[in-house]
Every structure is written in C-alpha cells, then in structure tokens.
C-alpha cells in the first residue's frame, strides 16, 4: 500500500483528497495535517511515502514543512507532492529547491493525480507542464548560474551526459536507449548523480542541470 499523509487547511478539501485517493487500489490515506508543522509531526509519526502538501497554510506553510521532511534523515523515504491554487504561485521554485519531489495544480484531473501519487511514491519526479515552463522560465530570469551551488565539476563526462537528458525530460528508458547501455547502467549513473550533487530526485537534478548552466534555457 501506497500511505498517504494529507496537509491542507481547508477540511473540506481534506475530505475530497481522501475520499479520492481511498478509492483507489494500493493507495491508503494515513493521516491529516492542517498546517505544516502537524504535517511533519504526522510525517514523523506515520511515515507516510507521499505527503500532499498545500503550500499556502497559517503558522508554518508547505514550503518551511518540505524543507524540515526533505531535511529529516530519517524521513528520508517520505516523498512530498505540492498541491496549488495558483499554477504562477510564487515558491514553485523554492519548494522544488526545498526537496519536493512534485509539483501540481489542484484542478488536475482526479485521475491524473492518483497516478501523480503512484508516480512520486516510486521515486521519480513529477511536475505538470505549466509549472514546468514556470521553472524554467524562473531560472532564465535568473542573472548568471549558480555553479558554485552543486558539486557539477564531481561529475565524469558520462555523468554530465546523462544529467543533460534528465534535465530534457529523458525517462529511464529513454537514457537507456540514447546512451546504448542497459535500464540498470542508466538508473546507477542517476544514482551516483545524485549522491555527488546531494539531489533526493530528479526534481533536484533538472535544478541543478539548469542553475549551473549546464542545460540552458531553450536549449534543443
């Protein structure tokens, strides 16, 4: 079962996520949180895989809450999916910075934020196409990279390849196939990756990739 922890200040939106994700297979809502601070206590208390969190919450918000789980060793596999009002809201960047490991609107479609759930408790990184362009477009605006923030120059030359393909969107078959090794070769390459750059998902590596200029801003 896939445990889910619920963080919103609003009980009636509470109540649809949980009526929404308790119907669906393997996915069991274990807890509710009305701001940040129950959100990580519950986190701690649960251990929930996903945390679906507001960011917009009185005392601490979402985006304090993501930065204490993602800095918690030993809530090291609870993954947080961000839910918004606003697809332009202003800490998309900050949260993705913060450890988040996805991004979403909430008038997704029912549908796609179970899967976006499913999505994010395997490890892998979620975030809609607006709030991609939003990113990108954030770290455009943005004077002169910020190499100095991660550890590129730690990587080998193979490693860099690979991290410019995640930062283009590549999946893991898609490395694969591009780089002619096997689904296994790729996902150690990521994980080495992300060890050197201290990244908790690809989240973090697209970051990385686009802060320190490796991949540019409407690069091809």
């Known amino acids: 079962m896939i445990r889910v922890l619920l963080a919103d200040d609003q009980a009636l939106i509470r109540a649809g996520f949980r009526m ?131 550890r590129i120059d730690a990587l080998t030359d193979r490693e860099r390849e690979v991290l410019t393909l995640v930062a283009r969107g590549r999946s893991n078959d898609d490395l694969a196939r591009e780089l002619h090794v096997s689904p296994l070769t790729a996902k150690t390459h990521l994980s080495r990756i992300m060890t050197k750059l201290d990244a908790h998902d690809r989240a973090q590596l697209v970051i990385a990739a686009y802060e320190t200029g490796l991949v540019a801003p409407g690069s091809p």
């Open 20 to 150: 929404l994700l308790d119907a669906a297979d393997e996915i069991e809502v274990v807890g509710e949180a009305a701001d940040g601070a129950e959100a990580v206590r519950l986190a701690v208390r649960t251990r929930a895989d996903v945390v679906l969190m507001d960011i917009r919450m009185p005392g601490t918000d979402g985006l304090e809450a993501t930065r204490r789980i993602a800095a918690d060793d030993d809530l090291a596999g609870v993954r947080v999916l961000i839910l918004t009002t606003y697809e332009a809201d202003e800490y998309v960047y900050e949260a993705l910075r913060a450890g988040a490991s996805g991004f979403l609107v909430k008038d997704t479609d029912p549908a796609d934020l179970v899967q976006a759930v499913r999505v994010v408790a395997a490890g892998e990184a979620l975030l809609s196409p607006r709030i991609t362009r939003r990113l990108i477009a954030d770290i455009a605006a943005r004077p002169q990279p910020r190499a100095g923030a991660y």
